[in-house]
Each structure stands twice: as C-alpha cells, then as structure tokens.
C-alpha cells in the first residue's frame, strides 16, 4: 500500500517585507485557506517579523518557521538565533542549508548538520535544502552533487541509523531559484526519486515512505499542478510567489477547489 504523504506549500519570505505588507498577506492566505483540507500551509518570514505573524496567523491552520538558526543553544554568537528563540517566537519549523545561506553565507554540509541535529532535538522540524548548480548539471554531476550533500548534511542520521519521518526535504536546483527558469516537472520527479532512493537505502523503506521532499525554484501558479502530479513531489518551496496573497493562494489550491 502507498503512504499518503500531506502535501506541504511552504512561503520562504526570505528578506522581504514591512511588518504592514506581512500582516496584509497573512489575512489574505487566512482568507484563502478558509475550509481547505489535507494540505499543510507553512510561512517562513525573516526573525523580526515572527511576531507580527504569529498575531496575524492567530489560531488559522499555518505554520510559522524560521530562515535559519544557530545550532547552540545560547552563548556568544552575536547576530545569531538559535531554534529555542524560534520556537520562543512559536516556530515549529526551520529552513536549514538554503541554497542562498550556502553560497553567500559559506554555510557548508558540516554547519548544516550540525543545525539539523540541534533542531531535531529541539522538536523543530528541519527543511533541508539540497541541490545543484547549473554548472554541476551541465557536467553530468547532478547526482553526486546530491549525494554529497545529503550525506554531509544528514550526517548525524546517518550515524544514529535513524532519520525522523516528519523531517522535510526539499530539492531547491539553484539554477531555478528566482531566475524563472523552473526544472521541468519529469527533471524534478527524477530528482525526487533519487533522493527517495537515498533515504530508502541510508535508512530504511517506511521512512522513505514518509519522508516529504517539497520542490522549490520558481514555483507559480501556473506549473504548480504539473509538478504536484509527480509521485515523489509532495509539496512545494516557494520564493518570489509566496510574497503576493493571490498567487500564494492559488499556489496552495492547486488542486482547484
Ligand atoms: P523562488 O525561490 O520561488 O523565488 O525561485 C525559491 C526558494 O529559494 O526557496
């Protein structure tokens, strides 16, 4: 039998937005998930604004995450947040090794892990973010490029043989990040698969059944649909689209109704 995975549509605000444009957008998802079921709604604003969101989203079915954290608990680390503030700030979820971080913030597969063991003992729930350059698939290293970062960024699953099933994934190809370029839905699915495959093989078939992998790069509402019809996409990731109430929206009704 299948496992029916609830799919995830997920707004990564990254730094974008005044406090007035957030709350704005919170009532107007609010609005339009009213009497929507078996899709999970998630937004992840910059820290400054988790307050304002929590107050916007109230009691509405959407889950509040952060950017990022520190993986320590506390210390001297100026400029940093570590996932107890965010679950203060009533996150439930955490970005963890976005391709932005890792590229122009040299976050690296060793400081991944080392936030996604934090997180996971915290009871925040990671998204992990994986994928490759434009470069790396051109070269025919897609999937190496992938297993690396999997296995660098899981890496204290790994040792503990363990990986928990509400973790998220999500492949994020960084040629598709905001330059309106999208994988096409048989690329992303062929990705996805891979990736399922490495947490059958790494850990075991239930986990790999349970595991969601949402897919982020240029999600609209026009191509939302055709990569949801792909069995291994069980959500998405979205950036740009994620900033304007309508097109979230749509995004999250992919399903039309
Ligand atoms: P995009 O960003 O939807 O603007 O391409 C996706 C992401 O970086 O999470």
Redesign the pocket.
Known sequence: MMFQRTPMI?G?W?MNLRHSEATALIKTIRQGIEGLEGVEVLVAPPFTHLAVAREAIGDAPIFLAGQNMHWEMSGAFTGEISGRMLQGATCTHV?LG???RRTLFNETNETVDLKVRSATFLGLIPIV?VGETLEEREAGNTFDVLKTQLDGSLRNFKADQLMRPSTIL?Y?PVW?????RTATPEQAQEVHRFIREWIETTFNTGTAAQVRILY?????PENISDLMAQPDIDGA??????LKGDSFVQIIRYKGH
Not at 176 to 180: D, K, L, P, R, S
């Open positions: 997920a990564n990254k970005i976005h391709s932005e973010c999500a994020e598709a990040i905001g330059t309106g982020g790069g240029s999600v609209k990731l979205v950036g740009g689209a994620s």
